[in-house]
């Protein structure tokens, strides 16, 4: 079954303990990006990658890191987590077609992260 | 720059009856526009999209959505609402450029009633 998967659904930390969040696709896409998801916000960009070793900031990439060492995995690293990273996150992949915006986001579950 | 703007954080509806869901965007270049939906503890998942095609676009779940450029609208619609579409609904605009600029409105939280 074509998915992305996130791990772990949900995380309690306590500020300044580092943690990853790991994200994976099965279906050969390029295309990966981490949105949080805040109330009244919507979803804000952090980071996002378009091929392997190929990454940029997003909107709101302060406090993360991202790496892209295999096509599959995307992960998401707090290297110092504070409270105000208390959100949702989503990990989302797609193909890179010839017109990138006819392709279609796949998300993941969700991760729902509190930093306490 | 581009912007969205969803005009209603929530709206309530009773089972059967008509949906409308309404977004406004602004965008500098011909823009692509897509509407997700999330239910609860789950991702996003697409509902259907324009991109410079047909002005109404038909999606799943018997959604489909209209392109007004004279009104900056891309208003989303369903002529009879189901417990199931109870989620939260994103519309999404985009320029030709690609996902890197994707902008998120804020969400339409639709509560179905019996």
């Known amino acids: 079954e074509a998915q992305v998967t996130q791990n772990p659904r949900y995380l309690i930390t306590v500020t300044g303990k580092k943690l990853t969040v790991t994200c994976s696709q099965n279906?050969?896409?390029?295309?990966m990006s981490w949105y949080r998801q805040d109330p009244g916000l919507g979803l804000r960009q952090i980071y996002y990658?378009?091929?392997?070793?190929?990454?940029d900031k997003g909107d709101v990439p302060e406090g993360y890191k991202v790496s892209r060492k295999e096509k599959r995995n995307f992960p998401l690293i707090l290297e110092s987590p504070s409270p105000n990273q208390t959100s949702l996150y989503f990990c989302?992949?797609?193909?890179?077609?010839?017109?990138?915006?006819?392709?279609?986001?796949?998300f993941g579950s969700g991760t729902q992260l509190s930093v306490l | 720059a581009q912007s969205v703007t969803q005009l209603d954080s929530h709206v309530s509806v009773s089972e059967g009856t008509p949906v409308l869901l309404r977004c406004n965007y602004s965008?500098?270049?011909?823009?692509?526009l897509f509407w997700y939906v999330q239910h609860p503890n789950k991702g996003l998942q697409l509902l259907l999209k324009?991109?410079?095609?047909?002005?109404l676009v038909k999606g799943i779940n018997g959604f489909e959505a209209e392109f007004k450029k004279s009104e900056t609208s891309f208003h989303l619609t369903k002529p009879s609402a189901h417990m199931s579409d109870a989620a939260e609904y994103f519309c999404?605009?985009?320029?030709?450029?690609?996902?890197?600029?994707?902008?998120f409105g804020t969400g339409t939280r639709l509560l179905v009633s019996p």
């Open positions: 999404v605009v985009s320029d030709h450029t690609g996902f890197q600029k994707l902008v």
């Open positions: 989302a992949s797609s193909l890179l077609g010839a017109i990138p915006t006819n392709e279609k986001l796949f």
């Open positions: 279906m050969n896409h390029e295309y």
């Open positions: 324009y991109t410079s095609a047909a002005t």
């Open positions: 965008s500098s270049y011909s823009p692509s």
């Open positions: 990658s378009m091929n392997v070793e190929v990454t």
